[in-house]
């Protein structure tokens, strides 16, 4: 079993910045792949960037250029870092892990970015 939690989350002005981040606690020790995922209201979940245990990183192209994922494996956590944040970007957002085939998720943070 792996437990996630999410951190970060805010309210922001339209060009700003947040940091997100999701430590992983339980059984770490062979999480694979983790991630980022958001779901603004009315629409379906979808992928915002994910990770691999190399550092090997993926982003959604409305993302790219503005969001990095980074990964800390030695404290079992992994970041968010958002850039120039737009109004079309609020959404609750969920980490993600992939540990022995199974994947888990955090219960969320919920960014706001006004216009």
């Known amino acids: 079993q792996v437990q996630l939690v999410e951190s970060g989350g805010g309210l922001v002005q339209a060009g700003g910045s947040l940091r997100l981040s999701c430590a992983a606690s339980?059984?770490?020790?062979?999480?694979?792949?983790m991630g980022w995922y958001h779901q603004a209201p009315g629409k379906q979940r979808e992928l915002v960037a994910t990770?691999?245990?190399?550092?090997?990183?993926n982003y959604a192209d409305s993302v790219k250029g503005r969001f990095t994922i980074s990964r800390d494996n030695a404290k079992n956590t992994v970041y968010l870092q958002m850039n120039s944040l737009k109004p079309e970007d609020t959404a609750v957002y969920y980490c993600?892990?992939?540990?022995?085939?199974?994947?888990?998720w955090g219960q969320g943070t919920q960014v706001i970015v006004s216009s």
């Open positions: 990770i691999s245990r190399g550092g090997s990183t």
């Open positions: 993600n892990a992939f540990h022995l085939g199974l994947a888990y």
């Open positions: 339980g059984s770490t020790f062979s999480i694979a792949a």
